[in-house]
């Protein structure tokens, strides 16, 4: 086949950094089935929206997509929609937007080969049932596209069924791929070059090897020691199942990214019961400890909270605030409570008003931007390692992040090449904003002469 007869796609993806990894696969295995990849929907023969439906918000940008874009379908393209709101709206999807050829969950992607069969034959495919499967979506065909960095899913799914959240209706039961499949995909990825790996889970740490050979810390650990391999990070963890185990792992093995983000979700033991998040503050500032008593590293800590659960009063609110103080977290993602089709929250009362929401939100995030401001101006003066990722032409800048997952843009001293992106250089922090550092990328012998310090908070 020619290069113009061949059918060509676009794929468009909303949320996580499991739907980003979902379109490499995706991807990936559309073009093992003849087709090529285009950068816009004009120049696609198929368009496929891979979709989110944590928040009432990400879930509405796909059918403003498809409204915008109903007129390409009068030239004979296709549209696909797959992911959380395929799998939560169902066929329909069909009803609001007829010209939607495809509509499948994550559950279905390795049945698509067949469902491509079946929208060139002008039919509707649904991937829709697939959810109780042990299986996992593993493809030979993962077409990375990000240039620094290779995603693993190690396990997909979740069982916690959190009560604000769809996550378990949408993605199906949690299962595990073998700790064997993931480290040989992970040496895959470092024989194409890359030196960073990022493992994959809605509830990594729950991974439960299907051979009982590793732990998720044992296998943390291995990927950490694989030849090539610079920089190891993990997300999502539950506090549920995070273990001392996995501090040792990241104090030990100096791949392992001095990083951990772990959701706490609210501040008040009453309100993570009515969560059904299955810990109490206590418990979760017992992990913290653990974590803040890691003897070679200092671990930067992220978390997400959501505020205006339906219930939560202004004191456990101001619970929320507290903890703040106490964990000193680097990053805060901050939500307001969003209802959620099939979630038990959905009908829970004492709904909190949109305007309250709003308003805790905003106390919260003021808050957290003034703490942030202190743990990043730590920073200034130290010279660490940067991983590049990019550059700011306009501001003559390297984009950069550190093994803390600090964005840190620094400029390179003049006449000295820039680093390839992909890179590792050691840069002197000269500045700090409450959400990235700014630096000097220094010379081989300056770096050499001066400690490397990663301790700060
Ligand atoms: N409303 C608001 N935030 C939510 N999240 C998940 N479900 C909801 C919801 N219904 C947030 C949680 C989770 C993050 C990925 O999204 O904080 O950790
Ligand atoms: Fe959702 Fe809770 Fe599962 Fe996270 S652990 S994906 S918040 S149900």
């Known amino acids: ?122 039919e509707r495919a649904t991937g829709l049932d697939d959810r109780n499967t042990e299986e996992t979506f593993e493809t030979e065909f993962t ?20 009560a604000y959240c769809v996550v378990p209706y949408t993605r199906g039961r949690e299962r595990s791929r073998t700790s064997e499949s993931v480290l040989e995909e992970a040496r895959r990825i470092v024989d194409s070059g890359l030196t960073e790996i990022q493992l994959l889970g809605q509830n990594v740490n729950s991974y439960c090897d299907p051979l009982g050979r590793r732990s998720f810390a044992e296998l943390l650990a291995e990927v950490g020691h694989l030849a090539g391999v610079r920089r190891v990070r993990f997300t ?33 033991s009453r309100v993570l019961d009515a969560m059904a998040r299955e810990y109490t503050r206590e418990q979760y500032m017992e992990r913290i400890s653990w974590i803040r008593a890691a003897k070679h590293r200092t671990i930067s800590l992220t978390t997400d909270i959501i505020v205006g659960f339906p219930g939560e009063t202004q004191e456990e609110f101001e619970l929320t605030m507290s903890l703040l103080e106490e964990a000193q977290f680097d990053a805060v993602f901050s939500f307001k409570y969003s209802p959620r089709p099939n979630t038990p929250a959905l009908v829970m009362e004492n709904a909190i008003s949109e305007e309250e929401k709003t308003r805790r939100l905003a106390v919260l995030n003021d808050r957290q931007r003034e703490i942030q401001r202190v743990n990043y101006a730590r920073h200034v003066g130290q010279v660490v390692e940067a991983m590049v990722e990019g550059y700011q032409t306009a501001r003559e800048q390297v984009t950069g992040r550190t093994s803390q997952n600090k964005p840190l843009n620094f400029t390179v001293p003049v ?37 490397a310090a990663y301790s700060v908070i």
């Open 1 to 122: 086949m020619s290069f113009e007869q061949q059918k060509t796609f676009f794929i468009e993806t909303f949320g996580c950094q499991m739907n980003l990894h979902d379109s490499e696969k995706v991807a990936g295995s559309l073009v093992s089935q003849g087709y090529r990849q285009v950068l816009s929907a004009e120049d696609a023969d198929l368009i496929f929206y891979n979709t989110c439906s944590i928040r009432d918000k990400a879930e509405q940008k796909v059918f403003s997509r498809l409204a915008n874009f109903k007129r390409l379908s009068k030239m004979g393209k296709k549209f696909a929609v797959i992911g959380c709101v395929a799998q939560q709206e169902g066929e329909r999807i069909f009803e609001r937007a007829p010209h939607v050829s495809l509509v499948a969950g994550s559950a279905s992607y390795r049945n698509l080969p067949e469902m491509l069969v079946q929208i060139e034959r002008g």
């Open 415 to 451: 006449g000295v090449a820039a680093p390839a992106v992909g890179g590792y250089v050691q840069v002197r922090v000269v500045r700090s904003h409450p959400n990235s550092l700014v630096g000097e990328m220094c010379l081989a012998e300056e770096a050499e002469e001066t400690p």
């Open 236 to 268: 999502t963890s539950h506090p549920r199942h995070f273990t001392r185990e996995i501090v040792e792992a990241i104090d030990t093995v100096p791949t392992l990214c001095d990083h951990v983000h772990l959701p706490i979700q609210s501040g008040s």
């Open 143 to 162: 077409a990375r596209t990000n240039p620094h960095r290779g995603y693993i899913t190690i396990i997909e799914g979740c069982d916690k069924f959190c």
